[in-house]
């Protein structure tokens, strides 16, 4: 058995990227099945549940406050996640993912693609943050991201996801940063520029 409680899609269409799909807090690996569905049709979809319990809701990574992350806690749970992505894709015959992961899920993401820059072929990261002040010197071989913000997001301040994306840029990934006229709750809007996203990955 894999390393997480997971769910799998098998894929349906030849060429579109397995989704690696991370839910927010409180969530689980049922979440975000529908969304996957929507923005990438016919893609395999692969959607672990978070391992760390903060007053029973699955998350991916320990915090000590919002928004105030237990960087050694982010870094293990990150390296356990690109572990099971190991094993998911030889389980199930996948190639590298493209991780949808929506705030807490967009955040173990965002550390995955500093720490392991190999196991991802992209990100969509939904209201993200920066889950590590001083990432390790990696390089990201022009690693394709989408990061949507929300300009009134109370969770995530607009300095925060800027750092973020010049974290992301300074390792070499290929950064694309939108901010919705929205807070912290995915919009309409986002589910079309991200399906658009995908829709253009090479
Ligand atoms: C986090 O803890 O990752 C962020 O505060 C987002 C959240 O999950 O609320």
Redesign the pocket.
């Known amino acids: 058995t894999l390393s997480f409680t997971h769910r799998f899609q098998p894929g349906s269409a030849t060429g579109a990227a397995p989704l690696l799909l991370l839910h927010?807090?409180g969530g689980d690996e049922n979440d975000l099945l529908p969304l996957g569905a929507t923005l990438s049709p016919g893609a395999a979809l692969l959607s672990p549940r978070g391992q760390v319990l903060e007053h029973g809701m699955p998350?991916?990574?320990r915090?000590l406050a919002?928004?105030v992350?237990d960087e050694d806690d982010v870094r293990r749970r990150a390296l356990e996640l690109g572990e099971f992505i190991g094993e998911a894709r030889r389980h199930y015959g996948i190639a590298a993912p493209v991780a949808v992961g929506y705030?807490?899920?967009?955040?173990?993401a965002a550390a995955l693609l500093l720490l392991q820059p190999q196991a991802l072929a992209g990100a969509v990261l939904f209201?993200a943050?920066v889950?590590l002040n001083q990432p390790p010197a990696v390089k990201l071989a022009r690693t394709p991201v989408l990061i949507l913000s929300g300009l009134t997001d109370p969770?995530?301040p607009a300095a925060n996801a800027a750092k973020l994306c010049n974290q992301l840029i300074d390792a070499g990934a290929d950064v694309t940063h939108t901010t919705l006229p929205t807070g912290?709750q995915l919009s309409q809007p986002d589910i079309a520029l991200a399906r658009d996203w995908i829709a253009g990955l090479p």
């Open positions: 927010g807090t998350r991916f990574f915090r919002e928004g992350f705030s807490n899920g967009a955040n173990i209201r943050m889950p969770i995530v912290h």
